[in-house]
């Protein structure tokens, strides 16, 4: 297949996102769209790698960094929604007001 394909699937994967982590107001639904942030990110990296050099693994070596990244933003962001959870009983990013001054 050719790079053009993968940069507009990695583009549209970015752009949603963007729309929602822009546009959600709940939490879980903005570290799905985090997830999909890196995973576009990731497949631009796959898609360059293989474009450039396809005897060279670099971006698939980055690329599962980028995953092992992602797999611990998403436990660390979690655990944190589920804390915020039980103190007040909603995932509602606006009541997240425990660490304003």
Request: aromatic share 10%.
């Amino acid at each position: 297949m050719e790079l053009q394909y993968f940069l507009l699937l990695a583009a549209a994967l970015f752009c949603i996102g963007i729309y929602g982590l822009v546009t959600s107001r709940n939490a879980i639904r903005v570290l799905m769209s985090i997830e999909l942030l890196l995973n576009a990110v990731t497949l631009n990296l796959m898609a360059f790698s293989n474009y450039l050099d396809p005897m060279v693994i670099r971006g698939q070596v980055f690329t599962v960094f980028v995953i092992t990244i992602a797999a611990a933003e998403s436990a660390v962001g979690l655990a944190i929604v589920l804390s915020i959870y039980r103190n007040r009983d909603t995932v509602d990013m606006e009541q997240f007001n425990l660490l304003k001054w």
